[in-house]
C-alpha cells in the first residue's frame, strides 16, 4: 500500500502523520505552508482589542491543542518530503504522480483543484473534516460554530472520499463525539481532535482490508456550510456564552434525544 499525504502544517497534522505512519509506511508527505497574509482594516482595529480582553479562550484553546501536539510529536516522521505554499502547486502534482500512490490522504489544506484530484491513486483520495457531515460542514472550525449555534450535538468528525466541493465528498465514516460535560474548551477540542484521528485510522485500516464504503450525503440528510467569514464577534461572544453551559446540555435528555436522531455511518 502506498500512501502519500497532503496535509497542513500544522502540529496536529504532524501528530496524524505519525499515527497513519504507524499503520502503514508513507510513501511521502505533502506540507502546505500557507502565507499569512491579513489586510489591516478599521473592522480589525476595532475588534483585536475586544477579542484579546473577552474572547482570550477561544484563541488559547486552540494554540493550547496546538502545544498539546508539538511535545508529543515535534518532527515529521521519516519519509520522502516536500513543503509547498499552496497544495495545487505543480511540485505537488509532480510529487504524488511520482510516488504512484494507492491512497492520497488530505487533512487540514486549502481545498483541492482539479488538477491534483487528476492524479487518480487506484484507490482514491480521502479527506478528514472535523465535523459532522452533512449537517455541519465548512469552517473555520465546526466545533465552534456547534457552541455557538446552540448544536453540541452535532459535534463529530466525518471521514470522506474527496471532490470537488466544500466537504461534499461520498461519506465513509462519521462519528459523534463523546464527552462528559466537565470539559474546559481546550479538552473539548483535543477531545474533537483525538477523536478525528482514530476514525482517520479505523477508515483508513478498512480500505487497506479492501472495503469500499461511500454514502452519498443527501441520502442522510440537509446540514449548512458555514464559512471563515461569517466568523465575527457575535459568533464568538455566543461561543463564549453558551460553553458556560455546556455541561448542563451534554448531560441533559434532550442532547440525548437529538443525538438519536441523527443519523452516523459507522466503520
Known amino acids: 500500500m502506498r500512501i502519500v499525504m497532503w496535509i497542513g502544517k500544522e502540529a496536529n497534522q504532524r501528530a496524524l502523520a505519525h499515527k497513519i505512519q504507524s499503520i502503514s509506511p508513507l510513501a511521502g508527505i505533502v506540507v502546505e505552508a500557507r502565507k499569512r497574509t491579513s489586510k489591516i482594516t478599521v473592522r480589525k482595529i476595532f475588534e483585536k482589542p475586544i477579542e484579546k480582553i473577552f474572547l482570550s479562550a477561544i484563541a488559547k484553546s486552540w ?25 495545487n502547486s505543480e511540485d505537488a502534482f509532480r510529487f504524488t504522480k511520482e510516488k504512484t500512490p494507492d491512497l492520497v490522504i488530505v487533512s487540514g489544506t486549502r481545498m483541492i483543484k482539479k488538477k491534483l ?6 484507490i482514491g483520495i480521502i479527506n478528514l473534516h472535523t465535523g459532522l457531515s452533512p ?21 463529530g468528525n466525518t471521514v470522506m472520499w474527496i471532490d470537488e466541493g466544500i466537504d461534499s465528498g461520498n461519506i465513509i465514516s462519521t462519528e459523534l463525539t463523546a464527552f462528559e460535560g466537565n470539559e474546559s474548551l481546550l479538552d473539548v477540542h483535543i477531545k474533537v481532535m483525538e477523536h478525528a484521528h482514530d476514525l482517520y485510522i479505523g477508515s483508513i485500516r478498512k480500505l487497506i482490508e ?5 454514502v452519498r450525503q443527501n441520502e442522510i440528510g440537509d446540514g449548512k456550510t458555514y464559512y471563515s467569514k461569517q466568523w465575527g464577534l457575535k459568533q464568538k461572544f455566543n461561543l463564549i456564552k453558551n460553553f458556560k453551559i455546556f455541561k448542563t446540555q451534554v448531560n441533559s435528555a434532550e442532547y440525548a434525544r437529538h443525538q438519536t436522531e441523527i443519523k452516523t455511518i459507522s466503520l
Open 210 to 214: 479492501g472495503a469500499r464504503p461511500g
Open 135 to 155: 449537517y455541519i460542514k465548512g469552517g473555520p472550525n465546526c466545533t465552534n460554530w456547534c457552541i455557538s449555534t446552540g448544536q453540541v450535538h452535532l459535534i
Open 63 to 87: 494554540f493550547g491543542m496546538m502545544k498539546f501536539y508539538e511535545k508529543k510529536y515535534p518532527v515529521y516522521p521519516q519519509t520522502d518530503f516536500l513543503e509547498v505554499e499552496n497544495i
Open 117 to 122: 484530484l487528476s492524479v487518480h491513486p487506484s
